[in-house]
T-cell receptor, first 111, second 115 residues
């Protein structure tokens, strides 16, 4: 009963490098979300998806791209990492307006 | 625009004492309301939710919350705090279709429990 799984759990990047964060859910949820969590700022929505093949921008989308090629997966990409993207990233999924299920997070440091 | 305010950044209570965490929201209609808890190094876990009906909702771990429409508030309460309740607590609103299925989170309240 995995729920929402995020990989990797930790990563250190150099400025300008690229990487992809993977989120997988096994609950057949339609909606998936990527958030970043920074001290004193709560969770801020980066991008979200309301179904396979669809994506939409959230509150802080700049510098990130996403893809939802399969219903169970939601990928978050950083094309050219910047120190300002150092954060903890959370993926969540939900069924309609029901509460979200969260992964355990990815701790990303950009040097 | 929708927003959620948690006025208390940090709260310290003694074990066994009662607890109330405040949450105010700004929204054009009655929203769906949630409280989540986050332990260090973990994701967020749902404590309780309010969709409609009885304005006093019960959640897990002995928590409850009361929706007050006139005050645009959804405060979280627990009659007797345990040391294991020390964590970060987030209030959230949204989930309805006309918000684009987005959820809006407060900035969180950190709870410290002292023996």
């Amino acid at each position: 009963n995995a729920g929402v799984t995020q990989t990797p759990k930790f990563r250190v990047l150099k400025t300008g490098q690229s990487m992809t964060l993977l989120c997988a859910q096994d609950m057949n949820h339609e909606y998936m979300y990527w958030y970043r969590q920074d001290p004193g700022m709560g969770l801020r929505l980066i991008h979200y998806s309301v179904g396979e093949g669809t994506t939409a921008k959230g509150e802080v989308p700049d510098g990130y791209n996403v893809s939802r090629l399969k219903k169970q997966n939601f990928l978050l990409g950083l094309e050219s990492a910047a120190p300002s993207q150092t954060s903890v990233y959370f993926c969540a999924s939900s069924y309609g307006s029901q509460p979200q299920h969260f992964g355990d997070g990815t701790r990303l440091s950009i040097l | 625009a929708q927003s959620v305010t948690q006025p208390d950044i940090h709260i310290t209570v003694s074990e066994g004492a009662s607890l109330e965490l405040r949450c105010n929201y700004s929204y054009g209609a009655t929203p769906y309301l949630f409280w989540y808890v986050q332990s260090p190094g973990q994701g967020l876990q749902l404590l309780l939710k309010y969709f409609s009906g009885d304005t006093l909702v019960q959640g897990i771990k002995g928590f409850e919350a009361e929706f007050k429409r006139s005050q645009s508030s959804f405060n979280l309460r627990k009659p007797s705090v345990h040391w294991s309740d020390a964590a970060e607590y987030f209030c959230a609103v949204g989930g309805v279709w006309n918000t684009g299925n987005q959820f809006y989170f407060g900035t969180g309240t950190s709870l410290t429990v002292i023996p």
